[in-house]
């Protein structure tokens, strides 16, 4: 089964993570993001109250939309088709893709994959981009699995056609190192919402990528 469209991923894949602002409002957090030029967000709250989730996803679907920034709403499908996200990205353990597919029709899914068997199954049951990794140590996240690295990621490339996003570890100092495996983005959070000056760092790993 093919995807519903092909994705075109710029090279920065943000994660706006509740749970990893350093007591940072997430709204200022999400404008930052937006103001240096952030095209893609992933909002992952794993400790809201749905009720929580639901307005703040909201509010996320509406300053996405007037930046032009793509929204996906993590783990979620009930919250993404309730905030009109633009899509859904989900784990391993999450609902299956076939069934999310049933419930959230054209809007984009997203799937971590852990291996080149996993990835394989992805594009073959219609999803429209995976995620791999962890590629490199990480706190951010439990995923249960070692470091994949780039040699794995470069199998994964030349295995499927979907865009991949590489997770798990990537800073500033490494995200180099993926889009030359061949990531089409590379998802960062702990590196961008740990700093400082959020708006400095995004900016200086744009100036770092590809494209």
Known sequence: MSAPHRLDFPPLYAILDTEQTKGRSPDVVLRTLLNSDVKVLQLRAKVMSPREFLQLARETRALTQSYGCRFIVND???????????GVHLGQEDLPLHAARKLIGQKIIGISTHDLEQAREAEH??????????????????????????????????????????????????????????ADSAAIISDILGSDDIASKVKRILVLSPS
């Open 76 to 86: 979620r499908v009930d919250i993404a088709l309730a905030s009109d996200a633009d």
């Open 125 to 182: 049951c219609g999803a429209d981009y995976i995620g791999f990794g962890p590629m490199f140590g990480t706190t951010t996240k439990e995923t249960g699995y070692s470091t994949r690295g780039a040699h794995m990621l470069r199998e994964v490339r030349e295995a499927v056609s979907l865009p991949i996003v590489a997770i798990g570890g990537i800073t500033e100092a490494n995200v180099a190192q993926v889009w030359r495996a061949g």
